[in-house]
Nanobody, 114 residues
């Protein structure tokens, strides 16, 4: 059974940092493009960052320079290092695995207070 399990969310002050983790079970992790998405209340889910099987990365304009996505294929885990957090980063953050099928995690809440 495929599972993506996110962790690391929480409440942080503006300017602070958090690291999100997403551990994958039941997939050939190294083949998948892994991504982080977020959804704020009343808004559509949006791309935050992706990392390919070849370790290429892409970021949304709103987080480029502040967030870093990485992956550890030995641990079947993708990370999102978030620095200099802003109140507008407040959202539920979701992990996505995309190759021959698409899978989503359950989401983890990130709240940034001003």
């Amino acid at each position: 059974q495929v599972q993506l399990v996110e962790s690391g969310g929480g409440l942080v002050q503006s300017g602070g940092s958090l690291i999100l983790s997403c551990s994958a079970f039941g997939i050939s992790f190294r083949r998948y493009v892994m991504g982080w998405y977020r959804q704020a209340p009343g808004k559509q889910r949006e791309l935050v960052a992706v990392i390919t099987s070849g370790f290429s990365t892409r970021y949304s304009d709103s987080v480029r320079g502040r967030f870093t996505i990485s992956r550890d294929n030995a641990k079947n885990t993708v990370y999102l290092q978030m620095n200099n957090l802003k109140p507008e980063d407040t959202a539920v953050y979701y992990c996505k695995a995309d190759w021959n099928s698409v899978y989503w995690g359950q989401g983890t809440q990130v709240t940034v207070s001003s």
